[in-house]
């Protein structure tokens, strides 16, 4: 049965930071694109950030370029979504999701197409406020 459980969401100030972690368990992360969605209130899910299988395609929406930065260790079956300068706009839920790709041909934007993912965690709440 696979799992994805996020942690790591809060409440922080503007210009704060958080870091949002992902504990996969019931498949193996090296055959999986992985990434970070987030759905504020009133709003469509979007990708913030995906990774593909072999780590040499990674995708950010414009919004978070410059500022979030997302790693994985597929050896411990982990993913990490670290958020610098956090804004207002930044308050959602946060969400960890994945794919298979055991041949590596999914990369760019198409990593975070929210249809196509195969597993959601549950979320967690980021609030960005003062």
């Known amino acids: 049965q696979v799992q994805l459980v996020e942690s790591g969401g809060g409440l922080v100030q503007p210009g704060g930071s958080l870091r949002l972690s992902c504990a996969a368990s019931?498949?193996?992360?090296?055959?999986?694109?992985i990434g970070w969605f987030r759905q504020a209130p009133g709003k469509e899910r979007e990708g913030v950030s995906c990774i593909s299988r072999s780590d040499r395609s990674t995708y950010y929406v414009d919004s978070v370029k410059g500022r979030f930065t997302l790693s994985r260790d597929n050896a411990n079956n982990m993913v990490y979504l670290q958020m610098n300068s956090l804004k207002p706009e930044d308050t959602a839920i946060y969400y960890c999701?994945?794919?298979?790709?055991?041949?590596?041909?999914?990369?760019?934007?198409?990593?975070?197409?929210?249809?196509?993912?195969?597993?959601w965690g549950q979320g967690t709440q980021v609030t960005v406020s003062s």
């Open positions: 019931g498949l193996s992360l090296d055959t999986y694109a």
């Open positions: 999701a994945t794919r298979k790709d055991p041949l590596g041909l999914i990369t760019g934007q198409r990593m975070c197409a929210t249809r196509d993912m195969g597993y």
